[in-house]
């Protein structure tokens, strides 16, 4: 069997520091490769159980989720995030590891925020990038633990990364408006910066570029992509603006069953005045009169698709740095003419 020794005693016999021998054994970070090598060389030399660690290890495997919130207006706890936390969970117990979940407010001291990133036991991060600038994203990226950024792209970060294909998914929720008549197409637009409605505002206008139709700058209203606000904001808006298109592409679910109640209210269909289509696919959709027809987001498999490419190279110092765009789907109800 093998054998168990302090590591106040390793130290003596190495004139190390018992710190130096214990961060050896637990695999941390900060110490020199010969100093590391020149401890493992000791251990086996005196029969060190290894098993026993390794054992212990395998029973606490874990994956940090941080979800990071600049301004909590998008991030938030919405069906959209709770299908994707429910996905990374589900996902991460099938791997036998416990899920940590962390909110992190500021990156200023984002060390502290993970203190067992470099354990044996910690498979690294999923990050949830929503609400994240790239400033942001490098100081995750600078923790030096496998990391997958979920929902967010940023091309400057070697990382991999799992997002919503949104040009595509804009593209198509235009596309159907199109293909249903309509010419004269607004855009109800996110006014909090986020990379996802960026790539969103690109499908929208790349739909309608495409089909030659002209891109109304007076038609697009920026609100606040929280339903209460969105309502209260287009209500004010729709007093100072009658002349309205057949039409409008929303960036999420929450702005457009805002809009449908906000239309509604000062005198117009839905559909039959105005149309309108989003992208996600929330549990409200099926609910609100008329049903909305958006993009149907695969939450659960954002989720999935993040906790396997974690697991799957976290043993791998040399894979290769991927990208992965989950493609939408469009569910039609009753919200376009």
Known sequence: MGKTIKSKDLAEMLGISPATVSMVINDRPGISDATRQMVLDKLKEVGYDFSAKQNKSQKNQMIYFAIYKAHGQVVSDTPFFLQLT?????????????????????????????????????????????????????????????????????????????????????????????????????????????????????????????????????????LTPATEDAYRELKELLDQHPDLPTAFFADNDNIAIAAIKAFKESGCRVPEDISITSIDDIPMCEFIDPPLTTMQVPKHQLGYLAVKRLVTNYDRKDHEIVKIEVKTRLIERESVR
């Open 86 to 222: 429910e996905g990374i969970e589900s996902q991460a117990k099938a791997y036998g590891c416990r899920l940590q979940i962390t909110y992190i407010y500021d990156v200023a001291n984002i060390r502290g925020d993970f203190p067992l990133i470099h354990s044996p036991e910690c498979k690294g991060i999923i990050v949830l990038a929503t609400e994240m600038d790239l400033a942001t994203a490098q100081a995750f990226a600078s923790l030096g633990c496998p990391i997958v950024f979920l929902d967010s792209y940023f091309e400057d970060i070697d990382a991999d990364f799992v997002v919503i294909n949104n040009e595509q998914a804009a593209r198509h929720a235009t596309r159907h408006l199109i293909e249903h008549g309509h010419k004269d197409i607004g855009y109800l637009h996110s006014k909090y910066h986020i990379n996802n409605f960026s790539e969103r505002k690109n499908g929208y206008h790349k739909a309608l570029t495409t089909a030659g139709l002209p891109i109304h700058s007076s038609y697009e209203f920026k």
